[in-house]
């Protein structure tokens, strides 16, 4: 796919390039327009950013790829989470590139993968807390939900009292859980898919794409972890202890992280229908719809958790 005139003239325009020899899209299963620019001097990454999360993006986008400056250049390489910013604006990041592939798409065992997003996702919680939440917003369950609902698909619409019941539900339950436990908050990633996980040429693992990232509670991460990645109910338990291995203090709440995974299956199903119209396979995106969908009800009758079921919306317009 050729890049659109108004992309090339956008970056040329950007002080961070010299002379750029080639410029070519990605996919990588990065939701917004990301492409590889090449110049005299270096290759580079750069991202399209969503005006609504830019900051967001931005801000963790730098916190991730800080590094000590009393460390020599390759300990402190060694350190990052995701590849050093080189320029940002509030239309475009563009960083290092890193020339890998990403976990989703390596050989690599399935426990192996999801070792490797594990540790990052540990990493990831213990940066400064207090730094994170001066520039990156609190999750609110329903805040999210809604931004998804300002143009759904039709066949949502319809639906949009009995969704507002679901929403009600789980964040009136995950709200009360939080304030009963006092459950801490880190800075969490929202999206820890395997696809949004690099490996460079030397295996080194690398954290991108933080436009869902939100000060939350560890289970958040955890849950849509478990879910964006269609983990199997069986192996949650250990990856709670697994997790719990790499952040000794961690102390899992189960019934805040079986309602953060009803969350995830819920508003990863509503993205997919939300997409339809505007992605060119409109079958798979309504496949992963369901899929997610299919699995939020499954997993609350497994778990004997009280909830509308979502399914009942897809067999209404069967």
């Known amino acids: 796919m050729a890049v659109p005139i108004d992309v090339i003239n956008s970056l040329k325009s950007l002080p961070c390039f010299t002379e750029i020899k080639a410029i070519s899209l990605l996919a990588n299963g990065l939701s917004q327009t990301s492409l590889k620019v090449t110049t005299t001097a270096q290759v580079f990454f750069a991202k399209k ?3 609504e999360t ?3 993006e931005i801000s963790c986008a730098l916190l991730c790829a800080r590094v000590n400056s009393s460390r020599t250049s390759e300990l402190g390489r060694k350190k990052k989470l995701s590849p050093q910013v080189i320029y940002h604006d509030q239309q475009w990041l563009v960083t290092e590139f890193i020339n890998g592939i ?3 798409d390596s050989d690599v065992k399935n426990d192996i993968k999801i070792s490797t997003a594990l540790t990052l996702m540990a990493k990831l919680h213990q940066l400064p807390t207090a730094v994170a939440m ?3 917003n609190q999750l609110n369950t329903t805040l999210s939900v809604k931004r998804l609902l300002t143009n759904p698909a039709p066949f949502i619409a319809k639906h949009s009292y009995f969704l507002d019941k679901v929403t009600k539900s789980l964040s009136t339950t995950i709200t009360s859980l939080i304030i009963a436990d006092k459950t801490p ?4 990633h929202g999206d820890i898919n395997f696809t949004n996980i690099l490996l460079d040429d030397k295996q080194r693992p ?6 869902c990232a939100h000060v939350a509670p560890v289970e958040f991460d955890l849950a849509m972890f478990i879910a964006v990645n269609n983990i199997a109910d069986s192996s949650i338990a250990g990856i709670v202890d697994d997790y719990g291995k790499l952040v000794p203090r961690y102390r899992p709440n189960s019934k805040l992280l079986n309602h953060y995974i009803l969350y995830s299956f819920y508003i990863n199903g509503l993205w997919y229908f939300d997409n339809i119209n505007e992605l060119p396979d409109d079958n798979v995106m309504y496949a992963l719809g ?3 969908w299919s699995a939020f009800d499954r997993f609350a009758n497994e778990h004997s958790i009280i909830v509308p079921k979502l399914m009942s919306i897809i067999d209404a317009e069967s």
């Open 290 to 292: 369901i899929e997610q």
């Open 206 to 211: 690398w954290l991108i794409d933080f436009e």
């Open 102 to 104: 990403t976990l989703s």
């Open 185 to 188: 908050s880190v800075l969490c």
């Open 54 to 56: 830019a900051s967001t």
């Open 49 to 51: 950013l969503n005006e």
């Open 134 to 136: 001066q520039s990156i």
